[in-house]
C-alpha cells in the first residue's frame, strides 16, 4: 500500500476508485466507435457504480475497521481487473462481468462500513 493511501481512510480509497471507474465508462460511453450493444451496458454499469458512491458517500464512519481493512487487497485486486477489462472492451459481456466482480468487493466493503455507521 502506497504511502499516502495508508492515511487515506479505506471508504475514500473506494470512492476514488469507483469515481475512476465511472470516468472511465464515461470515455466509453463518448467514444464514437462504441458498438451499441457496449454503450448500453456501459450506462448501465455506470447506474450501478453511482448507486455505491451514492451509499458510501451517505455513510458517516467515524474510523475504519478490521473487516474493512481485511477487504482492500481484494478490492485493488478487484480494481486493477476492471481497469484492465475497461483498457480493452470487446464486447458487452466483458463489461458487464467486469464491473460486476468490482462490484461485489464494493459491496462487502459497504456492508462493513454499515456496520460502523
Given at each position: 500500500?502506497?504511502?499516502?493511501?495508508?492515511?487515506?481512510p479505506?471508504?475514500?480509497?473506494?470512492?476514488?476508485?469507483?469515481?475512476?471507474?465511472?470516468?472511465?465508462?464515461?470515455k466509453?460511453?463518448?467514444?464514437?466507435?462504441?458498438?451499441?450493444?457496449?454503450?448500453?451496458?456501459a450506462?448501465?454499469?455506470?447506474?450501478?457504480?453511482?448507486?455505491?458512491?451514492?451509499?458510501?458517500?451517505?455513510l458517516?464512519?467515524?474510523?475504519?475497521?478490521?473487516?474493512?481493512?481485511?477487504?482492500?487487497?481484494?478490492?485493488?485486486?478487484?480494481?486493477?481487473?476492471?481497469?484492465?477489462?475497461?483498457?480493452?472492451?470487446?464486447?458487452?459481456?466483458?463489461?458487464?462481468?467486469?464491473?460486476?466482480?468490482?462490484?461485489?468487493?464494493?459491496?462487502a466493503l459497504?456492508?462493513?462500513?454499515?456496520?460502523v455507521?
Amino acid at each position: 500500500m502506497e504511502n499516502s493511501q495508508e492515511k487515506t481512510p479505506i471508504v475514500a480509497q473506494t470512492l476514488a476508485q469507483l469515481y475512476d471507474g465511472s470516468d472511465a465508462l464515461d470515455k466509453i460511453i463518448g467514444a464514437p466507435s462504441t458498438a451499441l450493444d457496449v454503450y448500453r451496458s456501459a450506462v448501465k454499469q455506470k447506474g450501478e457504480i453511482e448507486e455505491r458512491i451514492s451509499t458510501l458517500e451517505n455513510l458517516q464512519l467515524a474510523r475504519d475497521t478490521d473487516a474493512m481493512q481485511a477487504l482492500v487487497p481484494g478490492l485493488k485486486q478487484a480494481k486493477a481487473n476492471l481497469d484492465g477489462v475497461l483498457g480493452s472492451i470487446s464486447k458487452a459481456s466483458d463489461l458487464v462481468d467486469g464491473v460486476t466482480k468490482f462490484l461485489v468487493v464494493v459491496d462487502a466493503l459497504v456492508a462493513a462500513a454499515k456496520v460502523v455507521a
